[in-house]
């Protein structure tokens, strides 16, 4: 009986450190710090800008004008002297809080005929949904920005200057955003302004954005509300 309790003590202590440093390793896996100001924060200093672009059907276009948005497109790449990444993010398209606005639709109308025209349209839309894989495309350029300190240490010879060397750090770290964020900006401006140039819309995700961003990332499964480009 002792040693079997004593098996079940060591189990119980393997599964809590196993789950410890799971937990930990997870946190160490994602890179980001923090989210501020619409700019994405990496452990290591670094800063990123995320901009959502549109897209454009390039079997509409006449060969003149595909010739000239390549050609576009290849200046704005040539007049970068940073790097960029492109990600592009495909997704399955939720349908279900489209079919519960036809349920009230359908609950509201008034008219037989209505009610029997939408009753059918949204089996329609069922059957469709469910043979076909109805996908969203979300295009982002992601714009990076390395300052050359990554990092603020604390020089203080002792205890006794703590609290001040503390506040300075917080000062110059207010300060070395405000410079890395001007410098970041500058980088997504002339990003924006190459894309539109090819005829692409633009926009800057802000903080809610980005955040919900990862979120849906880390989190594929919930409902997918689509960034709008006005």
């Given amino acids: 009986m002792n040693v079997l309790l004593y098996e079940l003590y060591n189990f119980t202590n393997f599964i809590t450190i196993t789950m410890a440093v799971s937990s930990k390793a997870t946190q160490e896996f994602v890179p980001i710090q923090e989210v501020r100001d619409g700019i994405v924060m990496l452990k290591d200093g670094s800063m990123r800008g995320i901009v959502l672009s549109s897209s454009l059907n390039f079997s509409l276009k006449s060969d003149d004008e595909r010739s000239a948005i390549l050609l576009q497109f290849q200046d704005f790449l040539n007049s970068l002297d940073f790097t960029v990444q492109i990600s592009i993010q495909s997704r ?42 109805i996908m969203t495309k979300n295009f982002f350029v992601v714009v990076p920005y390395d300052p050359a ?41 002339t990003v924006e302004q190459g894309l539109v140039r090819c005829g692409i819309r633009v926009i800057r995700l802000g903080t809610e954005e980005v955040i919900e961003l990862f979120y849906k990332i880390f989190n594929p499964g919930d409902t997918e509300k689509p960034i709008k480009i006005n």
């Fill in 92 to 133: 399955r398209l939720d349908i279900r809080p489209y079919i519960a606005l036809l349920e009230e639709r359908y609950k509201e109308q008034i008219n037989d005929l209505m009610k029997i025209q939408t009753r059918e349209y949204i089996e329609f839309i069922n059957k469709f949904t469910e043979t076909t894989n």
């Fill in 149 to 189: 300190m990554l990092s603020i240490k604390s020089t203080s010879p002792s205890n006794f200057f703590a609290k001040k060397s503390a506040s300075e750090i917080a000062e110059k770290k207010t300060v070395s955003f405000e410079e890395n964020r001007t410098q970041l900006e500058q980088r997504v401006a």
